[in-house]
């Protein structure tokens, strides 16, 4: 984010005069009655009818009893009987001009520049929540679906959505997660943030994927040539198949989609996966009767069933 420009650059302590304080371009209207303070000293005139519209907590703060509200009830005295050199009371903010200069433009409806980050968007959004401020924390949730933050993080929309009860967000971020590994140590962090219950629903959907996955691979309607007992070859109709090389298989799978509960890398003719030792092992399995020869198992067939049950798997969290 570019740094936010000022109408004098220079110190901005408290006590000097307003027109050497350092005020922010973008908000520094002499109609505004209500001055905010940043950490880093710079002043945001705005309008104590903006804040107390669309805030919660100014709202509240406006009409508290005395002493609180002898800052409005002096800044309401118009403009016109000040001189330049008079002060509004400063409202010290103990946020940076970053968050609040952007969170400022959401209230005030200026143009916000694009977020750079979600480490931007979501300093933004706790403050925006802090100060009960629904029309910007409505415009944020928006840009969480943009495609640019739909992908970057997954597990940190979810922990968003899940924290705003947003349920429709919580669905969408679920099945992002699914590419992602939930037991490597990276993602502890914003694990550990998570409700307990919100976790919970997250691991059962992987474990789901899992387990329902392992239920079709077993299917001997689904792969009768390796689930079958006994199955003959399709070809000499006499031998017996050995089905080592499909439960070999299919336990490469099962350990693959744990560890990649999308299941994107299997079933397929190319690729990582297809050049298992097990999968090269399994298609290469012959029937052993002298003459025969024939293959235990159509790969075509075979991996184009694999994605269809890939297919069947449940893909977001459940209500």
């Not at 739909?150 to 590419?179: G, M, P, Q, V």
Request: aromatic residues 8%; hydrophobic residues 35%; charged residues 25%.
């Amino acid at each position: 984010m570019a740094a936010p420009s000022y109408s004098k650059a220079v110190p901005s302590s408290a006590s000097a005069p307003a027109r050497l304080r350092r005020f922010h371009s973008c908000f520094n209207s002499l109609d505004a009655d209500i001055t905010l303070r940043s950490l880093e000293g710079t002043l945001y005139r705005v309008h104590s009818y903006t804040l107390r519209t669309t805030s919660g907590l100014f709202h509240t703060m406006f009409n508290l009893p005395q002493p609180l509200n002898k800052i409005e009830n002096k800044v309401r005295g118009g403009r016109g009987q000040r001189g330049e050199e008079d002060e509004l009371e400063e409202i010290p903010i103990y946020e940076p001009d970053f968050i609040l200069e952007r969170l400022l433009r959401l209230i005030c409806g200026l143009p916000i520049p694009p977020w750079e980050s979600y480490d931007v968007l979501e300093r933004v959004l706790t403050v925006a929540e802090k100060w009960d401020t629904p029309g910007p924390v409505t415009i944020i949730r928006a840009a969480l679906t943009s495609p640019r933050f739909l992908d970057s993080d997954s597990l940190r929309l979810y922990a968003i959505a899940k924290h705003f009860e947003w349920e429709e967000e919580a669905k969408i971020a679920s099945r992002l997660t699914l590419k992602l590994n939930l037991h490597d140590a990276s993602h502890a962090r914003v694990l550990e943030g998570l409700a307990a219950r919100d976790l919970l629903s997250l691991l059962n959907l992987h474990r789901r994927r899992r387990d329902k996955f392992k239920e079709l691979l077993d299917s001997p309607e689904r792969f009768a040539a390796g689930n079958s007992t006994p199955y003959h070859c399709s070809r000499c109709g006499v031998t017996q198949l050995d089905n080592y090389t499909w439960r070999e298989l299919k336990n490469a799978m099962f350990l693959e989609i744990d560890r990649r509960p999308l299941g994107d890398t299997l079933g397929l003719v190319v690729g990582d996966t297809a050049e298992w030792p097990e999968a090269k092992a399994c298609w290469a399995a012959k029937c052993k009767m002298e003459g025969c020869g024939g293959l235990n198992y159509d790969r075509v067939a075979t991996l184009r069933q694999i994605r269809n049950c890939v297919d069947l798997l449940p893909s977001t969290i459940e209500d």
